[in-house]
């Protein structure tokens, strides 16, 4: 099982040290032949506008964007959720996401770089203790279709739960970055009920 770290923008070099130390094998990639040659993908965090215009200019858009929906199984975390919702808020001006998962993600949702924070969470289908997870001007999840499971919820200042990591069959998102806990479990639940799951090898 192969699984690809998009490589345009962003902390790749976390998660294919992540799916390493699950016992998959990880690389980075960028160019059309390796996407197409991957079983599974993952979409790092960095920053949605970038990475969505930089595959736009290495011709690569639509390439992911297909193979998402063709039921390649794909894990977008913080920038790489955004770029897996079918709806964006408070997107820049024709800000393109790949989506596949049917929800409205709302960017920056916890504030601006200085509201970054850490918390605990329960997260459905990974048993206690609870993940430590780092928002980083991370977004929430507003509204989900009904074929979207929702993992994990934070509250945000008023007391209200949204969701910040959710599940549409082959597709994976968290608001949060475990890959820079050196806890595998998030990457984990990816690759054994997902990827492994679904996979065509
Ligand atoms: N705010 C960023 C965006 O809109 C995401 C931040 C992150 O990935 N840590 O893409």
Known sequence: MKIGVLALQGDVREHIQSLSDCGVEALAVKTKSEIQSIDGLVIPGGESTTIAKLARSFNLFDLISDRI??????YGSCAGMILLANSIKDAIEGQESFGGIDMVVRRNAFGRQVDSFETDLKFKGITEPKIRAVFIRAPWVESVGA?????AEVADPAGVNHPVAVRQGNLLATSFHPELTGDNRVHKYF???ICQQLATF
């Open 191 to 193: 690759v054994e009920n």
């Open 69 to 74: 929906k063709s039921g390649m199984p794909t």
């Open 147 to 151: 074929d979207v499971e929702v993992l």
